[in-house]
């Protein structure tokens, strides 16, 4: 494994993509929100638990997609040093990207179901 002390343009490379990556969690948050809060209502209906389950979702979703944000700053530093960072950040961006697209046609198959 090779390493290397990188410059300040590599860094703003980096902490870019990095960008990018906290904009794909958002992207899939939104995408999922929409699929929670639809799903939600039409399994359990307009209860209470409904009201308690959707929320609980959104958390749960909100931490983990922090867990991988968080990962991806530190993933992506690493793999700077070592001269792998389109691997690295493909590595990410792409598994965020299917979810985010199975989450919007998860979203629309629903709607389409309710009428």
């Known amino acids: 494994m090779r390493t290397h002390e990188p410059t300040g343009p590599q860094y703003l490379v980096c902490y870019g993509l990095f960008v990018c990556v906290l904009g794909l969690s958002v992207a899939v948050f939104f995408a999922w929100q929409g699929v929670f809060d639809v799903g939600t209502q039409r399994i359990l209906g ?3 638990t409904a009201r308690v389950v959707y929320p609980a ?55 389409l179901t309710l009428g």
């Open 46 to 48: 307009n209860v209470h």
């Open 57 to 111: 979702l959104c958390l749960a979703m909100g931490v983990a997609l922090l867990a991988v944000v968080m990962a991806g700053e530190y993933a992506l530093r690493k793999a700077l040093e070592r001269g792998r960072l389109r691997r690295r950040f493909l590595s990410f961006a792409v598994p965020l990207v299917v979810i985010a697209v199975v989450g919007v046609l998860a979203h629309e198959a629903f709607l």
